[in-house]
């Protein structure tokens, strides 16, 4: 499992802050629900915390380092979102959808491992 925490993050579209000073833990091995209104932040919490978004301000840690330490392909190897969305990408299938979120566990050529850790 993994460790995954924020500590004082800020983040905002522009000038409209979205999150202030947000410190969270998420427990390793639980099942954690985020829940609140339309509008309140949920989505660009998921956004921040998957590298999507950049914080303002403060940190988000996975496994005790600061996600931005992280070369991309070990970020993808230990975190993954796939964003909701009301539209597929046309023309895929789903086993298509989900080899492009295998990118981190491709060895040479775009040959994918038969498990995460094999490479």
């Not at 209104?37 to 999507?52: A, H, W």
């Not at 895929?92 to 850790?117: C, D, I, M, N």
């Amino acid at each position: 499992m993994r460790e995954l925490r924020t500590d004082q993050v800020r983040v905002a579209y522009g000038e409209n802050v979205i999150i202030e000073k947000l410190s969270l833990e998420i427990p390793s091995g639980k099942i954690t629900t985020i829940i609140g209104p339309n509008g309140c932040g949920k989505s660009t919490l998921l956004k921040t915390i998957g590298r999507l978004m950049k914080a303002k301000k403060g940190v988000v840690y996975l496994d005790g380092t600061d996600i931005y330490e992280l070369s991309g392909k070990e970020f993808a190897r230990k975190l993954a979102i796939l964003p909701q969305s009301p539209h597929a990408p046309e023309g895929l299938t789903a086993e298509e959808l989900v080899s492009y979120g295998r990118y981190a566990h491709q060895k040479g050529f775009g040959k994918q491992s038969e498990r995460p850790g094999d490479n």
